[in-house]
């Protein structure tokens, strides 16, 4: 599975942005997917996530309320829409998969495919 992250860019605080991940595979509807941010220096982290069905999400507490994953079967692709972002979200985004079926995850370990990352940067 191909992962092409897309979206990324310069925004305000306050401001949105939607990130998009389109995936190769024609069975895309079978993959969890997830969203992971990396800010420099910092250890890769689990934004959010949406279970292979659709029927499950997760986030990471500190974008509760502010972000929203959601996927689009027919066009094999995985969004993450932002809003209200603040400064300490800066961070280059990636998107990624994990293997046909498997149940949501948050440790970035448990995921086998990986899109090439997209920077986000909020300026204050």
Do not use: H
């Amino acid at each position: 599975v191909q992962l092409q992250a897309s979206g990324g860019g310069l925004v305000q605080t306050g401001g949105s942005l939607t990130l998009s991940c389109a995936a190769s595979a024609r069975t895309f509807s079978r993959y969890t997917m997830g969203w992971f941010r990396q800010a420099p220096g910092k250890e890769r982290e689990f934004v959010a996530g949406i279970s292979w069905s659709g029927g499950s999400t997760y986030y990471t507490d500190s974008v509760k309320g502010r972000f929203t994953i959601s996927r689009d079967n027919a066009k094999n692709t995985v969004y993450l829409q932002m809003n209200n972002l603040k400064p300490e979200d800066t961070a280059v985004y990636y998107c990624a998969a994990r293997k046909p079926f498997e149940v949501l995850a948050t440790t970035s370990a448990m995921y086998d495919y990986w899109g090439q990352g997209t920077q986000v940067t909020v300026s204050s």
